[in-house]
């Protein structure tokens, strides 16, 4: 079965870094992008930034550059998104999802279930 | 820049059909777009893409009261003998070089 998998919701205090990450499998990890969407309380769907793992190229959206970093390990099929210090703001859903094509970046075919950061003191 | 434009709510009896609009911003009505699918606390699913000759390409397991179509620089979504299970919030998206776009969805209602 083709899907993406994500990693477990997180609590964190303000000021604390943070990892999530998404396991892909039952396709070429390495030949579609992956990329990550932002769903704050109640809102829509923000585009955040996109990675290759063939070769790491990784575009963000200028909205969220300096913010989060994207990285994939390809040996373990799994791209991550993270951050180095969280605020409030940043409590949201995260999805991770993966492009139809090989190769391309084109309409998401395959989403990821989310994974919940909540950021409190 | 593209920018898609959706109206924020929509509301339709069960058993009814209703029409979703997504809008390309001026210069772009070549552009295809794709629909998304978001239940109430569930993550979204992916249903079609609609081209701007109005064919479009539905996922799997998508029920065939799911169509769309496009005119100009409108692309649609019309589902057909609305269920209860089809009240979400529905996205469009589209893509260029190096970037994903979403529309700020539209929340159906069926009631």
């Known amino acids: 079965e083709v899907q993406l998998v994500q990693s477990r919701a997180e609590v964190k205090k303000p000021g604390e870094s943070l990892e999530i990450s998404c396991q892909g499998s039952g396709y070429r990890f390495t030949s579609y992008w992956i990329g990550w969407v932002r769903q704050m309380p109640g809102k829509d769907l923000e585009w955040m930034g996109i990675i290759y793992p063939h070769d790491s190229d990784t575009r963000y959206n200028p909205s969220f550059e300096g913010q989060v970093t994207i990285s994939a390990d390809t040996s373990i099929s799994t791209a991550y998104l993270q951050w180095d210090s969280l605020r409030a703001s940043d409590t949201a859903m995260y999805y991770c999802?993966?492009?139809?094509?090989?190769?391309?970046?084109?309409?998401?075919?395959?989403w990821g279930q989310g994974t919940l950061v909540t950021v409190s003191s | 820049q593209v920018v898609l434009t959706q109206s924020p709510s929509v509301s339709a009896p069960p058993g009814a059909s209703v029409k979703l609009t997504c809008t390309l911003n001026s210069g772009h009505s070549s552009y295809a777009i794709a629909w998304h699918q978001q239940q109430p606390e569930r993550g979204p699913r992916y249903l079609m893409t609609v081209d701007s000759d109005g064919s479009h390409n539905k996922g799997d397991g998508i029920p065939d009261r799911f169509s769309g179509s496009s005119s100009g620089t409108e692309r649609y979504l019309t589902i057909s003998s609305l269920q209860s299970e089809d009240e979400a919030d529905y996205y469009c998206q589209t893509w260029g070089p190096d970037i994903w776009v979403f529309g700020g969805g539209t929340k159906l209602a069926v009631l």
């Open positions: 999802a993966r492009p139809q094509g090989m190769a391309t970046l084109n309409w998401i075919d395959l």
